[in-house]
């Protein structure tokens, strides 16, 4: 479930780059989850023109998914069910981490890919026959003497290298048709059910949606086409046929609701895969943490580990990547300047830091790393960090003893643990339990004497929930400052130089090393963010609620 102010960021960052109409939009699909056209202009009371507009947009920039309910009976006994527009949310919050997806690349390949993902990234969706022409005004623009044949060579072959990375992927289908829920007709069914339908509830809309909508792993990273894979095949029915260096796109070639014409030739559109680059985001922020815990070792062969299993994983948030065997981890070790100084039996001490058990796996030792138990204990230490700069040290040791506890734990015992005095003790845990880091329950004993005992503990689950609301809150916060110092750099920019009070250079540094601040801190605070949010399981809306949202009179 998305929070408030996790809504007001992304809001925020909608109109910070396309605008209020087209956040308007975007706020409703927020709000009230996924909506037909006809209700996103009843709520909104925009001009159908302008919701499809903002719809195109969205679609452009990979915020927005299409789909559709397949009707009881099949599209063959009823007319098709009105289509349906779904918000990724998780998708606008990406917009705040370009620069590292960028960093990411930039680290692996030649500023010519960094440039591809670049175009990708400020213009959402593209051809290949696009990057080409976007290759080309760059290069007349930089006057350089390459020939046009050598830059469609070049710009196919970088796009190769991302889509082998998984950095780039084909879009998704533009409206993928789902099954309508079966009505379970007698109670013996619904027992017969009971187990698939658990399951059935465990995935979500979004889940459902983009997983119908995700093209066929042989054909993501594909850049081969049915037509051929020839750049001068591929055509766009509403692209323009050339793109200026820095015009963003903001419209699809795709139309809103239009069947495509069978003798029409494939478009095959690419964007930015932000999945891969979370995973990779997952991976430093994992390796980062053993690092500081435990030792640079460590850290090495949990990075190699990694990087052996990174083609066999097959979601974001995988827990336990593959069992891999000690020989091939020591192999991997090996291949970084920083591993070759380590033994097989440092590699091996490593792994039983990790909490690495060995298995047989015929011959050799197999081993594999809990990344789920690594992120837990990453988002510990943030908690713990934030505990100890706002409540202070006696505060930090007793919401460390609650969180390594796991159970109520009465006033009085807390306080003879950690050594907090015991008429200081229930003042801090009674400022934890307001500001929502601590569960309370009261005790009574009835006795000759009732005794009523305050008992404490750390609920994890709603704990997480409300620090990332208010990181939310936070990244709204700064987000915000930074576009108001921005636009005072641009006031101050255009005014007279009689009126400017400061010498414009000084004044313009000032101003950019405010900003310089506030950015870092936003980059910091994100990292912190993807912890908790992107490196977790999200609570999304269930499709049985979606569909009630979405057919609201």
């Not at 098709?80 to 990724?88: E, S």
């Not at 890919?113 to 290759?135: F, N, P, S």
């Not at 046009?148 to 060579?153: A, H, L, S, T, V």
């Not at 591929?234 to 963003?248: D, F, L, Q």
Request: neutral net charge; contains cysteine; glycine residues 4%.
């Amino acid at each position: 479930m998305v929070t408030q102010y996790g809504i007001k960021l992304a809001v925020h960052l909608m109109t910070n780059h396309f605008g209020n109409v087209v956040a308007k939009v975007c706020e409703n699909l927020l709000q009230r989850g996924p909506l037909t056209l006809q209700l996103i202009v009843q709520f909104t009371e925009l001009t159908p023109q302008q919701v499809t507009s903002s719809l195109l947009i969205l679609i452009q920039h990979n915020c927005v998914q299409a789909f559709s309910l397949e009707q009881q009976g099949g599209l063959e006994d009823g007319p098709k069910a009105d289509t349906q527009y779904m918000v990724l949310f998780n998708n606008i919050l990406h917009r705040m981490r370009f620069s590292k997806f960028l960093k990411i690349v930039s680290g692996e390949f030649d500023e010519e890919c960094k440039e591809l993902l670049d175009g990708l990234l400020e213009h959402g969706r593209l051809t290949l026959k696009q990057m080409v022409e976007r290759a080309k005004n760059m290069v007349e623009r930089e006057k350089s003497s390459k020939r046009e044949g050598i830059c469609e060579d070049i710009v196919q072959e970088n796009l190769l290298k991302l889509l082998a990375a998984r950095y780039v992927e084909r879009c998704p289908t533009h409206e993928p048709v789902l099954a309508a829920p079966v009505k379970e007709e007698t109670t013996a069914k619904k027992r017969g059910a009971k187990s698939a339908k658990r399951n059935e509830e465990s995935v979500t809309i979004e889940q459902r949606v983009l997983g119908a909508a995700a093209p066929m792993e042989a054909q993501r990273f594909s850049i081969i086409t049915n037509t051929g894979s020839n750049v001068s095949r591929e055509t766009s029915t509403n692209a323009p046929s050339s793109m200026s260096v820095g015009e963003k796109r903001n419209y699809d070639a795709l139309e809103l609701d239009r069947e495509p014409a069978a003798e029409e030739e494939e478009v095959v559109l690419f964007r930015a895969n932000f999945e891969e680059f979370m995973r990779r985001l997952r991976h430093k922020a994992c390796i980062e943490n053993v690092r500081t815990r435990l030792d640079d070792g460590s850290s090495i062969v949990l990075r190699a580990m990694l990087e052996a299993a990174r083609s066999l994983e097959k979601k974001v948030k995988t827990e336990k990547p593959v069992p891999l065997s000690l020989n091939t981890i020591f192999e991997e070790v090996m291949k970084s300047e920083e591993g070759r100084g380590m033994t097989l039996d440092r590699v091996r001490a490593s792994l039983v830091q990790f909490g690495c058990s060995p298995s047989a796996r015929g011959t050799d030792e197999s081993y594999s790393i809990d990344l789920k138990k690594i992120v837990e204990l990453a988002q510990n230490d943030e908690l713990e960090s934030i505990v100890l700069k706002r409540y202070g040290r006696d505060a930090y040791r007793m919401f460390r003893l609650l969180s390594k506890t796991g159970r109520l734990v009465e006033t009085d015992k807390i306080s003879d643990t950690t050594f907090v005095d015991k008429k200081d003790a229930p003042k801090i845990l009674y400022k934890l339990w307001k500001d929502e880091y601590l569960h309370m329950e009261k005790l009574v004993v009835a006795g000759a004497r009732q005794s009523q005992f305050l008992l404490w503990k750390v609920n994890k689950p709603s704990l997480q929930q409300h620090v990332i609301d208010e990181m939310f809150r936070a990244a709204l916060n700064l987000s915000q400052r930074v576009a108001f110092e921005r636009e005072k750099e641009k006031e101050f920019i255009s005014l007279p130089v009689d009126k400017q009070v400061m010498s414009r250079e000084e004044t313009l540094n000032r101003r950019r090393s405010v900003r310089n601040v506030l950015e870092s801190s936003l980059r910091e605070l994100d990292d912190a963010l993807m912890l908790f949010h992107d490196f977790e399981e999200p609570s999304l809306l269930k499709l049985d609620d979606a569909l009630m949202l979405s057919h609201h009179s």
